[in-house]
């Protein structure tokens, strides 16, 4: 079957550094999306990532190794407002995506 | 200014009853899905459509209907044969599924509660 992992929780305090991982096992591989989801509100995309390496954007960058099923989410200079989940998702290979459970970021003052 | 737009933001369902959730885009997409969002779950694909008048099941399509008449509109439909229908419910769309990296753009939802 299709599987993608996260930690259900993490916390981390303002102005830190934070690491979200994502691993996943999937019928072929066309891609992988990091969407931001604050509560009651809609998935916004971040990052997608096809080939190995890291994708800068900002404070956030993703990283992906497509031998390892492997992709983090790294979120520097942490603000209240980046507490939201955090949902990965992996596109198989009939182009439909599959989704994770997503990450609650807890932040801290 | 383009988006989706979900209508209503909440909705209350009787036993026995079906209720339409609307979705509408102005970014000229093409392909449009309709996923379920339970707590501590990921988002699981009801129905997609990739053009006017053609749609698909997702992985949990029992207990839904869709129609896709025009390119700007998907609605869903749960009808009285879901028997678990409370959850968020979120529409999305993009271009058209099978180029790759094709990134889904998500309205703000509507909660469906069960009365």
């Known amino acids: 079957g299709q599987n993608i992992d996260q930690p259900t929780e993490m916390t981390a305090t303002e102005g830190a550094i934070v690491q979200i991982n994502c691993t996943y096992q999937t019928s072929g591989f066309n891609g992988l999306f990091w969407y931001q989801q604050h509560a009651g509100e809609a998935p916004t995309f971040l990052s997608y990532n096809v080939l190995d390496g890291l994708e800068e954007k900002g404070r956030f960058s993703s990283f992906l190794s497509r031998s390892k099923g492997y992709s983090y989410l790294l979120l520097k200079e942490l603000q209240m407002k980046d507490s939201a989940s955090y949902l990965c998702a992996v596109m198989d290979s009939n182009y439909q995506l599959i989704w994770g459970a997503g990450t609650k970021l807890i932040i801290k003052p | ?115």
């Open chain 2, 1 to 115: 200014d383009g988006g989706i737009t979900q209508s209503p933001k909440y909705l209350f369902r009787k036993e026995g009853q079906n209720v339409t959730l609307s979705c509408e885009q102005n970014l000229n997409h093409d392909a449009m899905y309709w996923y379920r969002q339970d707590p501590g779950q990921g988002l699981r694909l009801i129905y997609y459509s990739q053009i006017v008048n053609d749609f698909q099941k997702g992985d949990i399509a029992e207990g839904y209907s869709v129609s896709r008449e025009k390119k700007e509109s998907f609605p869903l439909t749960v009808t009285s044969a879901q028997k678990n229908p409370t959850a968020f419910y979120l529409c999305a769309s993009s271009i058209p599924r099978g180029q790759g990296g094709e990134t889904q753009y998500f309205g703000p939802g509507t909660r469906l509660l069960v009365l």
